[in-house]
Nanobody
Framework: EVQLVESGGGLVQPGGSLRLSCAAS????????IGWFRQAPGKDRDGISC????????YYADSVKGRFTISRDDAKNTVYLEMTDLKHEDTAVYYC???????????????????WGQGTQVTVSS
């Protein structure tokens, strides 16, 4: 069974940091591009970061560039999203997703990835 499981969310103060994990099972995550998306209450889902399956190319939306870092550990079949300098506007449910064909640079468009996790809540509040 193909599964993606996010973890690492929680409550953090502005300026703080969190590391999200996306653990894959049932497939080799290194064979897929892995993207991180987020959805705030009442807003559309946004693609914010992606790591390619071909050359570990990484992509970041402007809203997170310089603050978030995506990485992968193929030995653990896991992708991480290191988030620093968190802001109130980063509050959202964060999802990871996997796709074999969609280029990372398209993550901010109307894409539909093959596999999705259930999401993890990140709340930035003082």
């Amino acid at each position: 069974e193909v599964q993606l499981v996010e973890s690492g969310g929680g409550l953090v103060q502005p300026g703080g940091s969190l590391r999200l994990s996306c653990a894959a099972s049932g497939f080799t995550s290194g064979d897929y591009a892995i993207g991180w998306f987020r959805q705030a209450p009442g807003k559309d889902r946004d693609g914010i970061s992606c790591i390619s399956n071909k050359d570990d190319y990484t992509y970041y939306a402007d809203s997170v560039k310089g603050r978030f870092t995506i990485s992968r550990d193929d030995a653990k079949n896991t992708v991480y999203l290191e988030m620093t300098d968190l802001k109130h506007e980063d509050t959202a449910v964060y999802y990871c997703a996997a796709d074999y064909n969609i280029p990372c640079r398209l993550i901010e468009g109307p894409v539909t990835y093959d596999y999705w996790g259930q999401g993890t809540q990140v709340t930035v509040s003082s």
